[in-house]
């Protein structure tokens, strides 16, 4: 399989907004907070300031011992979630299969556009010269054939870095690395791995599958694949506003609620109308998506979509609820909808037993696939992008 993937990720994202609005900012230290005199932790850190050792998530007590002549200066997420936009415009014309990770992260598969790694890498400069041109920032594309390496890729290139990864060259550039930089891959695992005598990601890919599965279940087996630099993971692209080829359900709480089982059984009663109305139809859909709004009105969407069409709740059922998981924790919630779209018809009666073996069979290697993604994503606790 030949896929050709990109991915991109905006330099110091937060800060380099801000010094493109405060010119007198550029080149200085700076940390971009949330209420700078009060005990909010750091969003971002300039280049300049990175030396000092300072990053996202630290205190801003411990930022200041560190860097006492950093400047301080007060997030505005409206405005990045704006630039952010503005971003996944100029994007989407290089193709429409983007897969939007976070506010400044984004995955493309040029696989069908272009035929190499290097025909890949022109296409990745050019987003790279239009992004500075018409909005005035850097970022850092990684390219290879999976999701996986063109993330590893990047994350070896900031900033300003453009890292073409060809698959046979993942053994000798990643196996001598400790195995932190792998995707999902913390500290705290770090230490468990160091326990078992496994500290580099060589080290890791060579251990058994199912001596890791034993000790860590799913993860253990994922976390080999990861250092043998396997990843199949497909590109889950976004859609853009209502699809008129869609069915979904969507509830204003009667009060806002955070993630918890309260809202689970909302949204299992919102796919159980869904995967009525879809079997009712006769038809069977690839994409969920969720919608969730939180109290102040910022509304967000996440999709996921399945290699196979379904009319089953319970698949539509976890896809959401993994999706709510996974993109729900920014506060009380006072809207949460699911939809099922890229419809097609049915071609056989949902009832019979083979049917329900597809679904569970499909339903276990998604959930596997849900596991990784959040796997991936306890890494990086992020602001999301926001769409409506
Ligand atoms: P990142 O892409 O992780 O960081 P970055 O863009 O600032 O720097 P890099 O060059 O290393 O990519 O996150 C994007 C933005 O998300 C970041 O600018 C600020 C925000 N953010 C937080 O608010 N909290 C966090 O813990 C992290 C990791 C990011
Ligand atoms: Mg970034």
């Not at 399989?1 to 801000?18: C, G, N």
Request: aromatic share 6%; charged share 25%.
């Amino acid at each position: 399989m030949h896929r050709l993937i990109l991915h991109l990720d905006m330099d110091a994202f937060f800060a380099s907004v801000e010094e493109l609005a405060n010119p007198f900012l550029r080149g200085k230290p700076l940390v971009v907070c949330g209420d700078p005199a009060g005990r909010s932790v750091v969003s971002t850190a300039s280049y300049a300031a990175r030396p000092y050792g300072i990053h996202s998530g630290m205190s801003i007590a411990e930022a200041r011992r560190r860097c006492p002549h950093a400047v301080f200066w007060p997030g505005d997420p409206e405005k990045y979630v704006h630039v952010s936009r503005r971003i996944l415009e100029i994007l989407k014309r290089f193709t429409s299969q983007v897969e939007p990770l976070s506010i400044d992260e984004a995955f493309f598969e040029l696989t069908g556009q272009v035929a190499t790694l290097e025909q890949a890498a022109a296409v990745a400069r050019n987003m790279k010269t239009t992004i500075q041109r018409e909005v005035g920032l850097t970022c850092t594309i990684g390219i290879s054939r999976n999701k996986l390496l063109a993330k590893l890729a990047s994350s070896q290139a900031k900033p300003d870095g453009l890292n073409v990864l060809p698959p046979e060259d993942f053994p000798a550039r990643f196996h001598p690395q400790p195995v932190t930089v792998l995707w999902g891959i913390g500290e705290k695992t770090a230490r468990r791995l160091e326990t078992l005598d496994i500290r580099t990601v060589g080290e890791l890919a060579r251990t058994s599958p199912l001596r890791m599965k034993r000790i860590f279940g799913v993860f253990g087996e994922l976390m080999v694949k990861m250092a043998q630099g396997i990843d199949h993971t497909p590109l889950s692209p976004y859609y853009d506003g209502p699809d008129e080829k869609s069915m979904g359900h969507e509830h204003t709480l009667r009060r806002d609620l955070p993630l918890g089982p309260e809202l689970f059984r909302v949204l299992l009663r919102l796919t159980d109308q869904v995967g009525r109305r879809l079997r009712k139809a006769g038809r069977k859909g690839r994409t969920v998506t969720v919608k969730i709004r939180y109290s102040n009105m910022r509304t967000i969407t996440r999709q996921r979509t399945f290699d196979q069409p379904t009319s089953d709740e319970n698949a539509v059922y976890l896809a959401a609820r993994t999706l709510l998981e996974q993109h729900g924790g920014g506060g009380r919630i006072r809207l949460v909808g699911v939809s099922v779209s890229l419809l097609t018809p049915d071609p056989d009666p949902p009832q019979n037993m083979m049917f329900r073996n597809d679904v569970k069979r499909e339903t276990a290697i998604r959930t596997i696939d849900s596991v990784r993604d959040r796997f991936g994503e306890d890494a990086i606790t992020r602001a999301t992008i926001v769409r409506n």
